[in-house]
């Protein structure tokens, strides 16, 4: 069975960090694409920041470039999302997804049909 768990999510202050995790399990994810989501509530679920195959090529979401990291450890089938500076309208459920697309293995897409396995989700809350 496959599954993507991820860990890290907790309730920060305004300026803070945190480092998400996403671990899979089930099958190996180190030929494809990895990616983060969140949805905040009441609005839908938006891309993040995604990883290719070997971690050369990222994409982030606009409002988190310069502030998030995503990277993998292929060995240890994990995933990962460094979050800086961070503002409470980052407040939201995240998510990590792995795509299983050919294209995305090589430059880390965004959208979120691409992806067909996901986690359950990690709360982060941002306090002013």
């Known amino acids: 069975q496959v599954q993507l768990v991820e860990s890290g999510g907790a309730l920060v202050q305004a300026g803070g960090s945190l480092r998400l995790s996403c671990a899979a399990s089930?099958?190996?994810?180190?030929?494809?694409?990895m990616g983060w989501f969140r949805q905040a509530p009441g609005k839908d679920r938006e891309f993040v920041a995604s990883v290719n195959w070997n971690g050369g090529s990222t994409a982030y979401e606009d409002s988190v470039k310069g502030r998030f990291i995503v990277s993998r450890d292929n060995a240890k089938n994990t995933v990962y999302l460094q979050m800086n500076s961070l503002k409470p309208e980052d407040t939201a459920v995240y998510y990590c997804a792995a795509s299983l697309d050919y294209h995305c293995a090589r430059y880390a897409c965004q959208a979120t049909s691409l992806y067909v396995y996901w986690g359950q989700g990690t709360q982060v809350t941002v306090s002013s």
């Open positions: 089930g099958r190996t994810f180190n030929d494809g694409a």
